[in-house]
């Protein structure tokens, strides 16, 4: 039990390690996710604030994780342009778009204030 337990968890990780390696929203991900962890710790940002933060990067990267898998399902089903697959990966792309939009407007309404506050002090 354990070890069927285990070896999921291996493929999981295989599959995380690949959508980073060719996924290019994977990468831009994660370099706003170091821009963001860096402007946390310049701006001393609260407890709390960094928790909103860190919990929309792990919500942005399971969109895009659930995004990548329709995209590869839809590939396998067939290659051909279909007007049904395509509505897939709309819908699917659509998600990440307003979850992206979203988290955008909130770290604006966290970071903004404290870069103008910094701006005007100078």
């Known amino acids: 039990m354990i070890q069927?337990?285990?070896?999921s968890f291996k493929h999981?990780?295989?599959?995380?390690?690949?959508?980073?390696?060719?996924?290019?929203?994977?990468?831009?991900?994660?370099?706003?996710?170091?821009?963001?962890?860096?402007?946390s710790i310049y701006f001393r940002i609260s407890y709390y604030e960094f928790l909103l933060l860190l919990l929309l990067?792990?919500?942005?990267?399971?969109i895009e994780t659930v995004n990548t898998a329709i995209e590869?399902?839809?590939?396998?089903i067939d290659e051909k342009w279909r007007e049904d697959i395509k509505f897939a990966k709309d819908l699917a792309a659509g998600a990440m778009l307003i979850f992206s939009a979203g988290a955008f407007i909130i770290a604006c309404i966290i970071f903004i204030p404290r870069i103008v506050t910094l701006i005007n002090f100078r």
């Open 72 to 76: 590869q399902t839809t590939d396998a």
């Open 57 to 62: 990067v792990v919500i942005g990267l399971t």
């Open 12 to 39: 999981a990780f295989h599959g995380i390690v690949w959508a980073f390696k060719t996924q290019p929203n994977y990468k831009i991900h994660f370099l706003l996710s170091v821009i963001m962890l860096a402007g």
């Open 4 to 7: 069927r337990h285990t070896l």
